[in-house]
């Protein structure tokens, strides 16, 4: 098995939003906003070689939405997942498996571009399964009203359009210890209904995609909350949980949105679970 960094692009968002009722005075440290106050975001996604099989984890906010859309997200940088899959010799057509950790247009938003004379969608990986699960399907193709704007029909129903839309299998609990792509899940819904936060064995270590449930440094301590969680006050006791866990088997936390963070460790400290090591991808997964 091999694991790439995919980096699909970075934007900003709203600092305050980012961390609902904690202080600017001290969000701000860990997470300086410019002067229209947001903060730096990455897209990071995850490639999974694995025999036969090439599973990117989420895909970013992907190209296909206007000039107008993506002003509200300051993009920034020069980074593209082609151009990321293109660094370790891969194209969108070699990928069998995209794992969508939610259907939230910043991390799916990659699935679907438009066909060539622009008159629909189509997906953008022709020979791939998608994955979702269904009690996540159901939430996103009908959506609250708080959500809506993030669960984008064209980012969604053309996947299951082109009959490339499957299933995971629910655990009876919050964690399957293998799941159909081979790897554990542990599912929350602070943030949204069933998000999938992947758990990879890797070279004697285990590598987390943290999606949204951490989305960076910043936001380990518990009650550093995005205002974008529809249940906040869920959100806290399955951080704890996801954190404790971390530091017990120090699991290494691969940061999808922390633009500046790529990968870290945590430990337990009188002031609960904190920051430990800061590494970036290179150091551990090459």
Known sequence: MKLYPIETGNFKLDGGAMFGVV???IWNKTNPADENNLIDLAARCLLIEDGNRLILIDNGMGNKQSE???GYYSLWGTHSLDKSL????????????VFLSHLHFDHCGGSVQWNKDKT?????FKNAKYWTNENHWEWA??????EKASFLPENILPIQESGQMHFLQLPEGDFAEKSELDFGIF??????????????????????????????VGHIPLPYVMGYDTRPL??????????????ENNYYLFLEHDAH?????????ERGVRLKDVFTCEEILS
């Open 120 to 124: 629909g969608y189509e997906v953008a």
């Open 141 to 146: 193709t009908k959506p609250n009203l708080r």
């Open 68 to 70: 107008k859309f993506f």
């Open 86 to 97: 293109a660094k370790y010799g891969f194209h969108r057509d070699d990928i069998t498996d």
């Open 234 to 247: 869920l959100t806290m006791p399955e951080k704890s949980k996801f954190l404790n866990a971390a530091a």
């Open 23 to 25: 202080p600017k005075t």
């Open 261 to 269: 963070n790529q990968i870290i460790t945590v430990e337990k400290t």
């Open 187 to 216: 599912f929350v819904n602070g943030h949204t209904e069933k998000m999938m936060i992947p758990h990879i064995k890797y070279k004697g270590k285990t590598i987390v995609f943290c999606a949204d449930l951490l989305p960076t």
